[in-house]
């Protein structure tokens, strides 16, 4: 009893040695962005988002299935405290037991593992933890991708609001402008009722923005764990300094494709399922148990915890169930059928990280080619505008035309932003692809 007392207690320590639910980020991604206020959000997120602190518990309660198999290949130990009333015929001299009593039994039962069929329950319950903190790492993964899109995103929204503003300021200044001219006649109601149009719809674009803006920041502030309600404390940078410091690979080693945690996930799935397939096949064979027991009690002549107040036996043999129904039958088949339902998943799971590493490179590579253009563009806008400016103090052309080729840079500044932003949130996209090994 105490070799096993021992085993058990080494068992324990090992298990709380080799197995931990505490997985450690590895944020290097995000801080190739050199942006503080994202690298912090990053951490916040890490440390109050809810799903994330569900996945945890969720590697824990698989932590704990390994211990609970674990304890069903060691062998077990009672102890139960029981009141004895009895009745004996009187006068007979053989009958000197009292008729009140105390009795203590112990009972150890313990099934030899000769197959390695409770061995290999514990195998497969590995495999699940194991597929569990794959799981969770695919969690925070995602976690990562969404902060720091929606964190892009919002630099974005930024940049085009301060720009609309801009661009809706010069239509009120035009709009100010044709009403002095229709007051003069030089222009009729229908062309200004067409630039009041042209505000209102300035406008309109310029409240969409807003809107846009604070839904994703409230959505923000639920991905990093903060109420909605402390939207206006979201600290960020512009979108014009914020930029990846490294160089994104133009191919990826196959390698880390086969290393993203969704499929270490289904693979560790399958081995569980494998094991689980054995262990059904070894079901079939006999079980083989021993069962102790010994009590003592007050009822007899010795003292307690004595030989003389005790009773014991022990009993070992083999069981073999004759008729189960065919429920045998139908688990080994069971498993057997998962096991080829994880296979197809695998397979179909391998197919969509190449699928989706494939489309990440290629996006990127275009919307490298789309920023270049939309900075071309940008930089022709900026000489028209210089020359309008020119053109401005000779008197050769009206504010109106300076205005409005003014609102032709500053859309060409927000195609050029969206371009960016494009590009950068394609980063993002490639590094989850990955599972975030980028």
């Known amino acids: 009893m105490r070799f096993f007392s021992i085993l058990f207690l080494i068992s324990v320590q090992f298990l709380n040695c080799a197995f931990s639910s505490a997985i450690t980020p590895d944020i290097t991604?995000?801080?190739n962005f050199n942006?503080?206020?994202l690298t912090g959000y990053i951490v916040e997120a890490l440390e109050k988002n809810h799903n994330l602190k569900q996945a945890n518990h969720k590697v824990e309660q698989y932590r704990l299935e390994i211990k609970n198999s674990f304890s069903k290949e060691l062998p077990e130990l009672s102890v139960a405290g029981n009141y004895l009333g009895a009745h004996f015929p009187n006068g007979d001299p053989n009958f000197?037991?009292?008729r009140n009593s105390f009795v203590l039994p112990f009972r150890a039962s313990y099934e030899p593992d000769f197959l390695l069929k409770n061995r290999d329950k514990t195998k497969s319950t590995k495999k699940l933890y194991q597929a569990q903190?794959?799981?969770?790492k695919t969690t925070y993964i995602s976690l990562l991708s969404d902060v720091a899109s929606a964190y892009i995103n919002i630099l974005l929204f930024d940049f085009l609001i301060n720009k609309q503003n801009i661009v809706l300021e010069n239509y009120k200044k035009n709009l100010i402008s044709n009403e002095a001219k229709f007051k003069y006649g030089v222009i009729d109601l229908d062309e200004l009722n067409n630039f009041k149009k042209d505000l209102t719809s300035?406008?309109?674009?310029?409240?969409?923005?807003?809107k846009n803006r604070d839904t994703i920041i409230y959505n923000f502030c639920t991905l990093i764990g903060e109420s909605p309600n402390n939207y206006n404390d979201i600290k960020r940078s512009d979108i014009e300094k914020f930029e990846y410091s490294k160089i994104i690979p133009a191919s990826i080693d196959s390698n880390l494709i086969y290393s993203r945690p969704d499929l270490i996930e289904i693979e560790n799935k399958l081995k569980s399922a494998k094991i689980d397939i054995t262990v059904a096949k070894k079901d079939f064979f006999p079980s083989f148990k021993i069962n102790g027991?010994?009590?003592?009690?007050?009822?007899g002549r010795g003292n307690f915890f004595s030989w003389d107040s005790s009773f014991a036996f022990l009993i070992a043999g083999l069981t073999q169930d004759i008729f189960t129904g065919g429920r045998k039958i139908a688990n080994l088949k069971i498993k057997k059928a998962r096991f080829e339902e994880l296979m197809e998943a695998y397979k179909q799971a391998d197919l969509n990280a190449i699928k989706e590493v494939n489309n990440a490179l290629n996006v990127i590579k275009f919307?490298?080619?789309t920023e270049d253009s939309a900075k071309y563009q940008l930089a022709l806008e900026e000489i028209n505008l210089n020359n309008s400016s020119k053109k401005l103090k000779r008197g050769t052309i009206s504010i109106m035309d300076f205005l409005n080729s003014e609102n032709t840079l500053k859309q060409k500044e927000?195609?050029?932003a969206s371009s960016k932003a494009t590009r950068l949130m394609s980063y993002v996209t490639l590094y989850k692809a990955l599972g975030g090994q980028l």
């Open 133 to 136: 903190l794959a799981n969770q």
């Open 202 to 210: 300035q406008k309109t674009i310029y409240d969409n923005l807003i």
């Open 96 to 98: 000197l037991l009292s």
């Open 35 to 37: 942006d503080e206020y």
């Open 29 to 31: 991604f995000f801080k």
């Open 367 to 369: 919307d490298k080619k």
């Open 414 to 416: 927000q195609l050029f």
């Open 293 to 299: 027991f010994l009590a003592f009690d007050t009822a």
